[in-house]
C-alpha cells in the first residue's frame, strides 16, 4: 500500500469514502456501532484476529503463560502500519483486549486497534498518544470468559462486515469503513475530489444558493467550481 493512498484516505470521511464504495456496487462496509476511543485518525491494511466462543476445560487463565497464546502472537505480529482488526462475533460481555497489549500496539508502530466487541482499561487506552483505537464498548472482564482466539490473518466478520487482510480500514469520529485492498488508490482519489467538490458546495449553500442546481451540482455550479479551483 502506497503511502500517498494511506494518507489521502486518512484525510477523507468514513462518509465520503462510504458514498465512493457505494458508487462501485459495495453496500456493506460500515462497521456500525464502533466508535472511536482515541481521537487520532486511522488508515492501515488490516491484519486480522478470529474469536470462536470460549469453553471452560480450554480457556482458563494459565494459558497465558503461553507466549504464542494467538491473542499475544497477533499483537507481537501484526506488520508496523497495519490496524488489528479483531472479530468477536459482536460479543461484548468480556474484553477482546486490554491496556497492555494496545500499548504494545502502539509501542510496534500499529496504526490502530479495531473490535466488534469490547475493551477493558478503556480510561488508560484513551491516553494514548499514536494508538487509533475503535471498539463497541467497554468491559472488566478478560477475553478468557467469552472468546477463545484461534486464526491469524485470515479473511474475518467485524461488526458484520467482511474483513480480508490487506483491506484497508480508515477511522475517523464517526467509525470505521472497510476498504477492499484492490479498490483502495481510486478511492482515494476520488474521495478526495469528492470533498473538494462538496467543500465548495457548503460555500455556495451558506452563501444562500438553492439545492437546486447546487446539491448536486448542475453544470454552471461545476463550472464555478473549476474556476475557483485554478484559481
Excluded: W
Excluded at 482515541?38 to 484476529?49: D, I
Excluded at 494514548?128 to 474475518?156: E, F, M, R
Excluded at 455556495?204 to 446539491?215: M, Q, S, V
Amino acid at each position: 500500500m502506497d503511502a500517498r493512498t494511506i494518507e489521502l484516505l486518512k484525510q477523507v470521511s468514513t462518509a465520503t469514502i462510504s458514498t465512493q464504495l457505494l458508487s462501485r456496487g459495495l453496500r456493506n462496509t460500515f462497521l456500525h456501532g464502533i466508535k472511536p476511543l482515541t481521537g487520532h485518525r486511522m488508515a492501515g491494511p488490516a491484519f486480522t484476529l478470529r474469536y470462536i466462543p470460549a469453553r471452560e476445560d480450554i480457556d482458563v487463565l494459565a494459558v497465558y503463560q503461553d507466549y504464542d497464546h494467538p491473542q499475544r502472537k497477533a499483537v507481537e505480529t501484526v506488520p508496523p502500519g497495519h490496524v488489528l482488526v479483531m472479530d468477536c462475533r459482536g460479543q461484548g460481555r468480556a474484553a477482546s483486549a486490554g491496556g497492555i497489549l494496545a500499548t504494545r500496539l502502539q509501542v510496534r508502530g500499529a496504526a490502530g486497534l479495531v473490535t466488534d466487541g469490547t475493551l477493558r482499561d478503556t480510561p488508560e487506552i484513551a491516553k494514548l498518544a499514536a494508538l487509533p483505537v475503535y471498539a463497541a464498548g467497554a468491559s472488566p472482564l478478560t477475553n478468557l470468559a467469552q472468546h477463545h482466539a484461534v486464526d491469524l490473518d485470515v479473511p474475518i466478520g467485524c461488526a458484520e462486515v467482511a474483513v480480508y487482510p490487506g483491506d484497508v480500514m480508515v477511522g475517523d469520529a464517526e467509525g470505521v469503513v472497510c476498504v477492499p485492498r484492490h479498490l483502495a488508490q481510486e478511492v482515494a482519489e476520488a474521495a478526495s475530489e469528492q470533498e473538494r467538490l462538496e467543500a465548495f458546495i457548503q460555500q455556495e449553500i451558506a452563501a444562500g444558493k438553492p439545492l437546486r442546481g447546487t446539491y448536486p451540482p448542475d453544470e454552471a455550479t461545476r463550472e464555478r467550481y473549476r474556476l475557483q479551483a485554478d484559481g
